[in-house]
């Protein structure tokens, strides 16, 4: 059964920090390509970040977090985790986790999405 778990939200203050957590399993984990996206009610779910390649070499940011969050990936472990620094109220929304059998590039293309999602973490930063 595959699945992917997010973890780490929570409530912090604007300049704060926090780690976010996409735990998988089910599937080859370095087969697929794993992106962050965050949804605040009434709008669409936005990707933020990607991580895919060999070596997990290939990294790509929204213009919106770019600078500020981190994506990596903790080898071995079937995990990728969000950094999230100097957060800021508009990055106030739900953060979901998704694996894709393509690529970053797919993903920020809006070519494809994600084959498999987790429920998401929220994460609320109070001004």
């Known amino acids: 059964e595959v699945e992917l778990v997010e973890s780490g939200g929570g409530l912090v203050k604007a300049g704060q920090s926090l780690r976010l957590s996409c735990a998988g399993s089910?599937?080859?984990?370095?087969?697929?390509?794993i992106a962050w996206f965050r949804q605040v009610p009434g709008k669409e779910r936005q990707v933020i970040s990607c991580?895919?390649?060999?070596?997990?070499?290939?990294?790509r940011y929204a213009a919106s977090v770019k600078g500020r969050f981190a994506i990596s990936d903790d080898y071995g472990k079937n995990m990728v985790h969000l950094q999230m620094n100097n957060l800021k109220s508009e990055d106030t929304a739900v953060y979901y986790c998704?694996?894709?059998?393509?690529?970053?590039?797919?993903?920020?293309?809006?070519?494809?999405?994600?084959?498999?999602w987790g429920k998401g973490t929220p994460v609320t930063v109070s001004a």
């Open positions: 089910g599937f080859t984990w370095n087969d697929y390509a």
């Open positions: 991580i895919s390649g060999f070596g997990r070499s290939e990294t």
């Open positions: 998704g694996a894709t059998e393509y690529t970053c590039v797919g993903i920020f293309g809006s070519l494809v999405t994600p084959r498999y």
